[in-house]
């Protein structure tokens, strides 16, 4: 099964759950293995050994020409299927469909809550490294390189206010809203899938077709730190970006923060908020 799962990613066939792995690959090897290990007996439904068992290649081509048969029927079968659907009533769906999951669009109900966030662009080899948990700690100075880092004791936070910005949104919306946060200049932020409803008093669900009383919808909330943006430039953008005039478009929430610490180099408030490699929000 692993190896079904890696020649599909190879190939680049979508696959997210794994089932033509599962039932394609692992029934294969299954109907594979009764040419291989079957036994005639009088406590077994084999009328013919298998070619570990002295019988031969006889069984095994059997089983290797229903699965040749098999495979021919269901593909050409099931290739007409999709083919007189995709001329009629169409097989695909909506971009805002496809990133809110059909077991909503399709299904009225929600699966699969876990799976992380769709980007329309995502990147190859941007993972870093696994890094052991149990690390030897190494002095500051020569871990990462730090410039103008400044003792505790002697830091000022330059009289900057510090705001925390926190978004709830549909999911769709999540791709739009980070290129717009980027223009901005805002190098850092925190993303969460999350359930809940306003206004629009949820969707409604159903169990083996039966309504329940749960209205919770899939949205995602982003929390933002900043001190450096306006925070009504912030507003103003989020704002643009996410509104479509419809019932849950979403909702800001402003706090203050009192400080910021950065854990590495001990700079706290506006320059612990700052990037090293590009200016940050």
Known sequence: ??????????????????????HLGCGIFGTLCVGLFAQEGATSLSTANGLFYGGGFGLLGVQILGIVAIGVFSFVSSGLVWLVLKHTVGIRVSREEEIQGLDIGEHGNMAYPDFALVTEDLEEDVIPAAVPFAA???????????????????????????????????????????????????????????????????????FRGNPIASR????????????????????????????TGHYGDGKLFIYDVEDVIKIRTGERGYDALQDEETEGA
Not at 225 to 232: F, G, Q, R, Y
């Open 216 to 243: 919770l919808l899939p949205k995602v909330k982003i929390d933002i730190v900043i001190c450096k943006v306006p925070v009504e430039t912030l507003v103003k953008t989020v704002q643009e970006t996410l509104y």
């Open 136 to 206: 030897a700690i190494v002095p500051r100075e020569t871990a990462i390189s730090v410039e103008n880092s400044v003792p505790v004791e002697h830091h000022e936070t330059r009289g900057a206010k510090i705001t925390k910005v926190t978004i709830l949104t549909n999911q769709n919306k999540f791709s739009q809203l980070q290129e717009a946060l980027d223009t901005l200049g805002i190098t850092g932020l925190t993303v969460t899938n999350v359930f809940g409803y306003g206004a629009q008093k949820g969707h409604p669900l159903y």
């Open 1 to 22: 099964m692993v190896f079904a799962v890696r020649f599909f990613d190879k190939i680049k066939v979508d696959d997210p759950v794994g089932a033509t792995s599962v």
